[in-house]
């Protein structure tokens, strides 16, 4: 599937290296990987923990050139996709918080960007992001993230052959890319949601809703009943668990 890849030592971001080679014309689709970020991006401008060696560093890069509408679900499939290959490899309990990160145990595993262009209607460049914590202990986390981040290793008690776990992830995700863009996904999406989402069930509170999350709509939007019982559909936002 992929018509190269781009492995280097130190980036600023494996999500602005890919974008870099977009824009001077690299044939898609490719996949950059790095072992170490100075820059690693998360949502909402936040910084991604990179340290050298560690972890997972991936972006792939396509050209889609369809309508925007036609890729909102892809990173909650890819997000999908991988919950199964994890908890298939390793038997770990993977679940997916909507709309971007991997937990395991309630802790953040991994986290998502997917950065697009879209001129006149249609999405020319796509960007999937991947930061997977691999190897990284307890100790290597920045204070702050001691409660809530977490690795594989971790999870499984030793420390994991990252190339072979990179070659597996790829291999995957190539699949997984290519079913969505055959339209092989929405059924099965449908159908995986509810056996990975984290949030399921949960008292939750948005900058938009409150009340218990209740799964997400076929445009991959996240549902929301509301104490009234109405429900509020929310595209995108950041969610925190309501504390009962
Ligand atoms: C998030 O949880 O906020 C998303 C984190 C995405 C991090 C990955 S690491 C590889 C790729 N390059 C980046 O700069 N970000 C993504």
Redesign the pocket.
Known sequence: FFEDHIALGEVD????VAERELSSGRPTPFFVVADC?TA????RG?N?H?PQHKNL???IALRPSLPPSRLQTITLWLGLRLCQLLRDTYSLPVQIKWP??LLIHGRKIA???TEARVDSEFTRDLVF???LNVNTSETDFPEELHSIASSLSMNLGQPLNLSRIAHRIVHHLSDAIQDYLNEDYADELAHLWPEFDFLRGQGISTEQAEGTAVGITRNGSLRVEREDGSIAILHSGEVSLRKS
């Open positions: 971001s494996t999500n602005t970020q690693g991006r998360g949502r936040r991604w990179s560093y991936l972006s971007n990160d986290g998502m960007l992001g991947l930061g």
